[in-house]
């Protein structure tokens, strides 16, 4: 195999939204191949399957790997001018925790994004499991209000007991 020329931008190329957003990035011109995961030897560029279908994945030529928000910060930072700007904002100290915080909402939700698919699900399953346990969540949250009612209105407090029989 030929030792790459250019870092590697790899990406989930069964998610629409992912594509999409790659589609975007290509037009600002960073210096990288763009690489789905699924069309590609990860065991060349270094990230493992898992890593790679969590995240976005940016492989620089000597083999140092950075992942989501870092990732995408990389890709700005090669297109040169203001993403290169861009791309270190990302990563500035202060920054860089709320850019990790919306690339993984962003990443957990992107099956819901316009141009994303059941395919963009990270983990269909946890995806599932988290959906359920909100549903019990809020259902629980909805029926609280009325279940403080009813033991209010059943279970008389000692105070009201003796003032019924008062009169």
């Known amino acids: ?36 995961w699924q069309q590609t030897d990860l065991g060349a560029l270094g990230p493992s399957e898992e890593a790679a279908s969590a995240a976005v ?9 950075r992942s989501g928000h870092q990732a995408v910060a990389a890709a ?34 992107r099956h819901r994004l316009p141009g994303g698919t059941l395919a963009c699900a990270v983990d269909a399953q946890e995806i599932k499991r ?18 403080l009612a009813v033991a209010w209105i059943c279970w008389p407090s000692r105070k009201r007991s003796s003032t019924r029989g008062s009169m």
């Open 76 to 109: 700005l930072g090669s297109a040169g001018g203001v993403w290169a700007l861009a791309g270190r904002a990302l990563v500035a100290p202060g920054i860089s925790p709320i850019a990790a915080g919306a690339y993984r909402l962003v990443a957990a939700n």
């Open 57 to 65: 994945q940016w492989v620089e030529i000597d083999g140092t790997t």
């Open 130 to 147: 988290r959906t359920s346990r909100s549903i019990f969540i809020r259902r629980l949250a909805l029926s609280l209000p009325l279940v």
């Open 1 to 36: 195999m030929a030792a790459r020329t250019r870092p590697a931008l790899i990406y989930d190329g069964d998610c629409a939204f992912c594509t999409s957003s790659v589609r975007l990035l290509e037009r600002i011109g960073p210096e990288a191949e763009m690489v789905a």
